[in-house]
């Protein structure tokens, strides 16, 4: 019981619109109460459910956060961060079409998936070097040719790297060690037979 009121006087000092994660509770009880009231909440329409272990106070005029929003909240109680998948950065820069029907985002952790608001998302764990560069423009860039494999053309390099300024193109030369030796030897300063030519 006094578990409960704990959570419940946690809950309503919230500020308005402030998500909050069973994992943030466990100093107040066992789990299985925390799981027991934060439930019992939901049912009673106090709090809402977000998405596993994530919630928010349920008060008049709510504007829910967007699924990105809480993606990178749970990212964040875990102590990992979320970046754009190497899929969606491809579709941002025109070299795929979109997968609308997917919501997909790259982590420095292990894969996993949960259902938020009504639709499954996937977190896709990415070896430290592949999100080294996070969501700068190099990184990017890097990431979504990544993502292609080894099918990619000149085609795609020239189209996905027109994004970035003299600088910045620089920049990627300068931090070619964050890409595989396959995909360097795809730019003219990665590839003898090409600077040969």
């Known amino acids: 019981m006094w578990t409960a009121s704990k959570i419940r006087r946690f809950v309503f000092q919230l500020p308005k619109g402030q ?21 019992n909440m939901v049912k009673a329409g106090i709090i809402l459910r977000l998405a596993n272990g994530v919630f928010v ?25 979320i970046f ?13 079409k979109s997968d609308s029907t997917k919501t997909i985002f790259a982590i420095n952790g292990s894969s996993s998936s949960y259902v938020c608001l009504g639709k499954r998302i996937y977190f896709h764990g ?3 070097r ?5 969501d700068s423009p190099i990184g990017l860039v890097i990431r979504a040719l990544w993502h292609l494999k080894k099918g990619i053309a000149h085609e795609d390099v020239v189209k996905a790297t027109r994004v970035l300024n ?10 070619a060690r964050f890409m595989p030796g396959w995909l360097i030897a795809h730019f003219p300063w990665g590839n003898p037979d090409s600077i040969a030519a």
């Open 84 to 96: 754009v998948h190497g899929s969606e950065a491809a579709a941002k820069l025109r070299l795929k």
């Open 19 to 39: 998500m909050f994660a069973s994992m943030e509770l466990v100093h107040m009880g066992p789990r299985y109460m925390i799981d027991s009231t934060t439930s």
């Open 126 to 128: 990415l070896s430290p």
């Open 166 to 175: 003299h600088r910045q193109k620089e920049e990627l030369r300068a931090q």
């Open 130 to 134: 592949k999100v080294a560069l996070a």
């Open 57 to 81: 106070r349920n008060d008049h005029g709510l504007k829910l956060p967007s699924r990105e929003e809480v993606a990178a909240y749970k990212a964040k109680i875990f102590a990992k961060r």
